[in-house]
């Protein structure tokens, strides 16, 4: 059974300060990793992918993917008021064609 | 947006009816996806499609069947619907020539009493 973890929240965050998010998994052959924003009532959106160890940057986000820790995280630098959301992460063995994901991390930015 | 859509976006229904959501998408995306969001539980997949008339079962795929006829089209069936399966639907696409994951319709939310 393939599973990805993350802490549920809610996490709490300034506005301007960095918001970090954490996400587990228990499957080694795990090839991609994903980052998916949504607001509530509304349907999950893509805002990261991650595929190699290291750090990905797409403006405020950085993704930070540790294949031998199994840990992917994602930062979320000088938050705002609308990165209030929950957190999904996800992760897809080879092909990508399955996805697993956690149960998501909610997020709320106090201005 | 992938152009996916969902219909109904709302739906009331009584235990034991047979209940049949649609997804429809204009991307031309080979796979498709049906999951189920419940408090708790995260998105959990439900059936997905890999080509027309090509199905397989996801993780919480009791009670339910899909059909997919045509490219742009994936229904997702209960067959006799129970409270459980009171939930919030999500379909999915995916386009495999791109390295880009999974992208989500608007959703349907069921209400089985």
């Known amino acids: 059974q393939k599973e990805v973890e993350q802490n549920s929240g809610p996490l709490s965050v300034p506005e301007g300060a960095i918001a970090s998010l954490n996400c587990t998994y228990s499957?080694?052959?795990?090839?991609?990793f994903f980052w998916y924003r949504q607001y509530s009532g509304k349907s999950p959106e893509l805002i990261m992918s991650?595929?190699?160890?290291g750090d990905k940057e797409d403006g405020r986000f950085t993704a930070q993917l540790n294949k031998a820790s199994q840990y992917v995280s994602l930062l979320i630098r000088d938050s705002q008021p609308s990165d209030s959301a929950t957190y999904l992460c996800?992760?897809?063995?080879?092909?990508?064609?399955?996805?697993?994901f956690g149960t998501g991390t909610r997020l709320t930015i106090i201005p | 947006d992938a152009g996916i859509t969902q219909s109904p976006r709302h739906k009331v229904t009584e235990t034991g009816t047979p209940v049949t959501l649609r997804c429809h998408q204009t991307?031309?995306?080979?796979?498709m996806y049906w999951y189920r969001q419940d408090p708790g539980h995260g998105l959990r997949l439900i059936h997905y499609?890999?080509?027309?008339?090509?199905?397989d079962k996801g993780e919480v795929s009791d009670g339910y069947s899909v059909s997919r006829s045509k490219t742009e089209d994936f229904l997702l069936t209960l067959e006799s619907a129970t409270s459980s399966q009171t939930s919030v639907y999500f379909c999915?696409?995916?386009?495999?020539?791109?390295?880009?994951?999974?992208?989500f319709g608007p959703g349907t939310r069921l209400l089985v009493l």
């Open positions: 991650i595929y190699s160890n």
């Open positions: 991307e031309n995306h080979r796979y």
């Open positions: 499957d080694r052959g795990s090839q991609s």
């Open positions: 996800a992760v897809a063995f080879f092909g990508n064609e399955k996805l697993t």
């Open positions: 999915a696409t995916h386009d495999r020539t791109a390295q880009e994951t999974q992208y």
């Open positions: 499609s890999y080509g027309v008339k090509d199905t």
